[in-house]
């Protein structure tokens, strides 16, 4: 009998974090193909597309000492459940008009922040037994969100008669599958979260003896990978295809290139947080993972322009592999569940808070200005305007999302 109730919770668990990697990423990428269409619609000023661009990245940070609070007030499956309701009917939001769209964004990138810290936790108390595979099934789902908003929003734009709001809205719809999943599978999810609230609350209190969270056993460590292999993702996806064409690279070969990077980071991303299951293969891990993105780096530089798919291919293994590992880390690092969703807040809020502080707007603002008053023509300084915003949007995943 209680095999049977724990296969029903190890189902509905894993349904859910799929379902919760799946939300994460098309909700900001399905918007950056879009942009051109959506300054004219909503008739936004490069400044204003520019702020839409960076609230998600902003919110990364700023939302992630919410995680563990509301974890305390509702439980972790009532609160799944909120943030992915929170996600659809924001998404629903935006396209009603300019103040919409950026309150929408605002809750989008908040929502969207929250779940990426909680996912942890319920690998953490519900998958436990194969919590290296299951983190590696969040973040390939993590990465394939991002490839599906990216490469359908397009599409589906011009099948909606190229009306902006609807290609905006319509992407409610797998949200609110996730939300009808939420809610019919969440009650099946362990909770101890709220079980230890109201033991704690009920129980005479004594001297605890759990090491506060930021004495933790590796969390400084484990924060500070993430914020690297975060900020080198933004990093890449930011400057690649400019590298690209400063090689010699045609621009919509460019653009393949950073496509390439996503698809041959997917099966790395799948297979890094299995193997860190192990514990004596993590620094291994850790090692290949940095000495690929050393090289694929250094290839973009200075390899013949033929070999830049070798090197982008590297880089997208690198880069893919780091962010899994660095997932599976938090999950198998955090000194008790109970914990999983401040440690994991504390190190994704600090790590992404790093990225996005090294590697700001602002540097991309540069570009195109120094890009217009080298004589490129409007038209060209708005595409690379975009194409810095559409960056900007896929970095986050952590993905993969980024976060």
Known sequence: MRSAVHA?????????????????????TSVSPLLEDIAASYHLTPGGISALSAIPVLLFGLASPLAPLLVRWLGLSRTISALLAALALATLLRPLGPGP???????????IAL????APQIIRQNLATRAGFWTGMYTT????????????????????????????????????????????LGGRLKDRSTATSRSTASAPKRPSSAQPLF?????????????CQALIYFSLTAWLPTIAISRGTEPASAGLLLALMSVAGLPASLLAPSLAARERLRVPLLITTALLAFAGVLALA???????????????????????LSIALIVFTTPSIEQTAAYSAVSQGIGYAIAASGLGARARSALVRRACRAGFRRRECAR????????????????PGRP
């Open 8 to 28: 029903r919770q190890g189902i509905a668990a894993g349904v859910l974090i799929v379902a919760v990697g799946l939300s994460v990423r098309f909700p900001i």
């Open 101 to 111: 769209l950026f309150t929408g964004t605002v809750i989008v990138g908040g929502a």
């Open 115 to 118: 779940l990426g810290i909680l």
């Open 141 to 184: 789902s993590f990465g394939c969100s991002a490839a599906l908003g990216a490469a359908l929003t397009v599409p589906l734009f011009h099948a909606l008669d190229e009306r902006t709001a609807l290609a905006l809205g319509v992407w409610a719809v797998p949200l609110l599958v996730a939300v009808g999943l939420a809610l019919s």
């Open 215 to 227: 004495h933790s056993r590796g969390l400084w460590p484990v924060t500070g990978f993430f914020a």
């Open 302 to 324: 200075f390899a013949p322009v033929a070999l830049l798919p070798l090197a982008v291919a590297f880089t997208g293994i690198a880069s893919s592999g780091a962010f899994g």
């Open 384 to 399: 690379r305007a975009r194409s810095g915003a559409y960056l900007s949007h896929v970095s986050h995943a952590v993905g």
